[in-house]
């Protein structure tokens, strides 16, 4: 081949060439129909040869697909593969929506276009091409085996390839977001019916006024409770067993822990 100009590439990036897919159009079809993606080679803008590469759905996928669509969720797909592929594979994932053939800046603008619509949207990516979506989507779901790019763009990691992790992850922050609500309402609650009494703003009517003593047992009881209740999280089970552990990041400066589930629970 010295001397010779050889270029590979998808479809779309031979017909930018000029170079003729008609002789194995067929078969290209008839892969991409399998779930598989047709990769071209042309030498000196001419055919060579044509061969598919298939990526195959990670364990679990099914599962998480539809247990996702039961808690409300609504599942996308965004691929640069061609979209007769792309169809192939989410229909046997369960996915209705897909978008094809899209580059990386597009994945990132189709979820801009989402948030402006108001929705909150979680990505799920591994590769170097799926970064500024991670970093763009209102949380960026990074699998721990993909690359470290996209696992530094990422808000959560799953340590292993298994999208189950997502699933319980999401149920985990809503628990943790209920928790963290109960705890406040509890706090705020005792506080402010408290608070006044120490004062002593029952004691014109009741001559009642509350011993500091008491006041301190009152507070230490309502710390007992936070805590307690906080605890409580530890029982966690997940709704679909899954051997994909999931990394939560620590809250940054300046964000609170439940700006942090918030993040993943919505």
Same mark, same amino acid.
């Given at each position: 081949?010295?001397?010779?100009?050889?270029?590979?590439?998808? *479809?779309? @990036?031979?017909?930018?060439?000029?170079? *003729?897919?008609?002789?194995?159009?067929? +078969?290209?079809?008839?892969?991409a129909a399998e779930a598989r993606t047709p990769v071209?080679?042309?030498?000196?803008?001419?055919?060579?040869?044509?061969?598919?590469?298939?990526?195959?759905?990670?364990?679990?996928?099914?599962?998480?697909?539809?247990?996702?669509? =039961?808690?409300?969720?609504?599942? /996308?797909?965004?691929?640069?593969?061609? =979209? #007769?592929?792309?169809?192939?594979?989410?229909? =046997?994932?369960?996915?209705?929506?897909?978008?094809?053939?899209?580059?990386?800046?597009?994945?990132?603008? =189709?979820?801009? #276009?989402?948030q402006q619509k108001r929705r909150k949207v979680a990505?799920?990516?591994?590769?170097?091409?799926?970064?500024?979506?991670? /970093?763009?989507?209102?949380?960026?779901?990074?699998?721990?085996?993909?690359? *470290?790019?996209?696992?530094?763009?990422?808000?959560?990691?799953?340590?292993?390839? *298994?999208?189950?992790?997502?699933?319980?992850?999401?149920? !985990?922050?809503?628990?943790?977001?209920?928790?963290?609500? !109960?705890?406040?309402?509890?706090?705020?609650?005792?506080?402010?019916? !408290?608070?006044?009494?120490?004062?002593?703003?029952? @004691?014109?009517?009741?001559?009642? !006024?509350?011993?500091? +003593?008491?006041?301190?047992?009152? +507070?230490?009881?309502?710390?007992?409770?936070?805590?307690?209740?906080?605890?409580?999280?530890? #029982?966690?089970?997940?709704?679909?067993?899954?051997?994909? /552990?999931?990394?939560?990041?620590?809250?940054?400066?300046?964000?609170?822990?439940?700006?942090?589930?918030?993040? @993943?629970?919505?």
């Amino acid at each position: 081949m010295r001397g010779r100009l050889v270029q590979v590439g998808a *479809d779309r @990036y031979m017909n930018k060439l000029g170079v *003729d897919l008609t002789p194995v159009r067929a +078969m290209a079809e008839r892969w991409a129909a399998e779930a598989r993606t047709p990769v071209y080679a042309a030498v000196d803008n001419r055919l060579a040869a044509i061969l598919a590469v298939s990526d195959p759905l990670k364990k679990g996928s099914v599962a998480a697909i539809r247990a996702l669509r =039961e808690m409300g969720m609504e599942a /996308a797909m965004l691929t640069g593969d061609n =979209e #007769r592929t792309a169809a192939a594979v989410a229909a =046997e994932a369960g996915i209705g929506r897909v978008l094809a053939e899209v580059l990386p800046d597009q994945k990132a603008a =189709e979820i801009r #276009r989402l948030q402006q619509k108001r929705r909150k949207v979680a990505f799920v990516g591994d590769g170097i091409n799926d970064a500024p979506a991670l /970093a763009q989507a209102d949380v960026g779901v990074a699998i721990g085996t993909g690359t *470290d790019i996209a696992i530094e763009a990422g808000d959560v990691v799953l340590m292993s390839g *298994d999208l189950r992790g997502i699933v319980n992850a999401v149920a !985990l922050a809503k628990k943790t977001l209920r928790t963290i609500r !109960l705890n406040f309402v509890w706090a705020y609650g005792y506080n402010v019916a !408290l608070i006044p009494v120490a004062a002593g703003i029952l @004691y014109p009517w009741f001559q009642l !006024l509350l011993n500091p +003593m008491l006041a301190a047992f009152a +507070m230490s009881i309502s710390s007992v409770f936070v805590v307690t209740n906080s605890l409580r999280l530890r #029982r966690f089970i997940s709704p679909l067993p899954a051997s994909a /552990a999931v990394t939560w990041p620590q809250p940054g400066a300046g964000e609170p822990l439940a700006d942090t589930a918030d993040k @993943y629970a919505a």
